[in-house]
């Protein structure tokens, strides 16, 4: 991404995110983007709502991006739109946008027979490419990546600098895949032996990546046991993910660092799944569901909804206090339904006059 964004006057800038001007000088000129706090006399910057709205009367930003109630508040000038998140994200890429790689490949890069190259695709220093793999039109290969014998990229695909894709690996349209990810490494199969030990199960599927797929940094997804693990259009995974073979997530999906997809697990389309998530292998996820933190997902989810597993933080010796009684839940319940039996055996019978 660029360092450097050219001024931009605000009526071309409302004009770009859909936006409806409240201004003084349409004219005014924005050279950049910055937070609400910190953001100086010629940055733009965004507020929705909730904490963020104490700003309103001390931010020294050119102009905000606000929500209509928040406008009709705010004596400065403003851009006015329903969703200014996705406003302001739109901004971001109208001063930043991609950087821009010619067409080449570099001479360090080593490839295999048979390998074949789109027009206007980069490859950068060091990139090995195997036998028999296709990259299509304006793809861009960051230096130092390892791409297998047999895979497929896509159209103006991205893998940044240091990415692994094993044999067979697909990658769709658009997609971008951050540094230290790795697709297509074997998945965790082993068969116990009467010994003790463990016989390796060789892993013979692939990955397949829809278009419009984002990999977060040093996440992982492993290549099917049998079959496919395959990863929907439009899916978001952050950064430390791991999703084991055979998964399958769909499109749309958004799943935020650091959660763990145990193998065969079938997650529905449009599902946000936030950090530190534990899914549970060959369980099913509806469509629409979201799952909150650090939650642990043991059985499927049948319908759309708002789950959340685990408990939230508290001070230590509390914490320890609930823990003893955690255990003794068992032996409460039992003696609470026996009590109740007694209570009711005590009372004598009522009968209505």
Same mark, same amino acid.
């Given at each position: 991404m660029s360092t450097v964004a050219l001024a931009k006057t605000l009526e071309s800038i409302a004009t770009y995110c859909g936006a409806e001007l409240k201004a003084t000088d349409p004219n005014k000129l924005i050279s950049g983007v910055a937070a609400v706090d910190l953001a100086q006399a010629h940055e733009l910057s965004y507020i929705r709502g909730g904490q963020y709205r104490q700003f309103l009367t001390s931010t020294k930003a050119g102009a905000l991006i606000l929500p209509p109630d928040l406008a009709a508040e705010y004596s400065g000038d403003c851009l006015i739109h329903k969703d200014p998140y996705l406003a302001y994200a739109q901004v971001v890429t109208l001063f930043y946008p991609p950087k821009a790689f010619p067409s080449a490949i570099h001479p360090t890069a080593v490839m295999g027979e048979h390998v074949s190259i789109a027009d206007g695709v980069h490859i950068g220093a060091y990139v090995v490419i195997g036998a028999g793999t296709e990259i299509a039109a304006n793809a861009i290969i960051g230096a130092h990546t390892v791409i297998g014998a047999g895979c497929r990229i896509g159209a103006d695909t991205l893998l940044h600098p240091h990415v692994t894709l094993a044999d067979d690996t697909e990658v769709g349209?658009?997609?971008?895949?951050?540094?230290? @990810?790795? +697709?297509?490494?074997?998945?965790?199969?082993?068969?116990?032996?009467?010994?003790?030990?463990?016989?390796?199960?060789?892993? =013979?599927?692939?990955?397949? +990546?829809?278009?419009? =797929?984002?990999?977060?940094?040093?996440?992982?997804?492993?290549? @099917?046991? +049998?079959?496919?693990?395959?990863?929907?259009?439009?899916?978001? +995974?952050?950064?430390? !993910?791991? =999703?084991?073979?055979?998964?399958? !997530?769909?499109?749309?999906?958004? =799943?935020?660092?650091?959660?763990?997809?145990?193998?065969? @697990?079938? !997650?529905?389309?449009?599902?946000?799944?936030?950090g530190m998530c534990a899914i549970g292998g060959h369980l099913e996820i509806a469509d629409h569901v979201i799952i909150t933190a650090t939650s642990m997902v043991t059985h499927s989810i049948r319908h759309a909804g708002v789950y959340s597993a685990g408990t939230t933080i508290q001070e230590n010796s509390q914490w320890r206090k609930n823990a003893v009684r955690f255990h003794q839940l068992d032996k409460m319940a039992r003696r609470l339904a026996e009590l109740e039996k007694q209570m009711a055996a005590l009372q004598p019978d009522h009968k209505e006059l």
């Open positions: 349209e658009r997609c971008i895949i951050h540094s230290g @990810a790795v +697709l297509g490494a074997d998945g965790f199969g082993f068969a116990p032996q009467r010994d003790g030990t463990w016989y390796k199960i060789p892993q =013979v599927g692939k990955v397949v +990546l829809g278009n419009d =797929v984002e990999i977060g940094a040093n996440t992982t997804i492993d290549r @099917a046991a +049998l079959g496919v693990t395959r990863i929907g259009d439009g899916v978001k +995974l952050d950064n430390l !993910i791991q =999703v084991g073979h055979n998964t399958e !997530i769909g499109a749309h999906t958004a =799943v935020a660092a650091c959660t763990a997809i145990a193998g065969s @697990a079938k !997650i529905g389309r449009f599902c946000r799944i936030a």
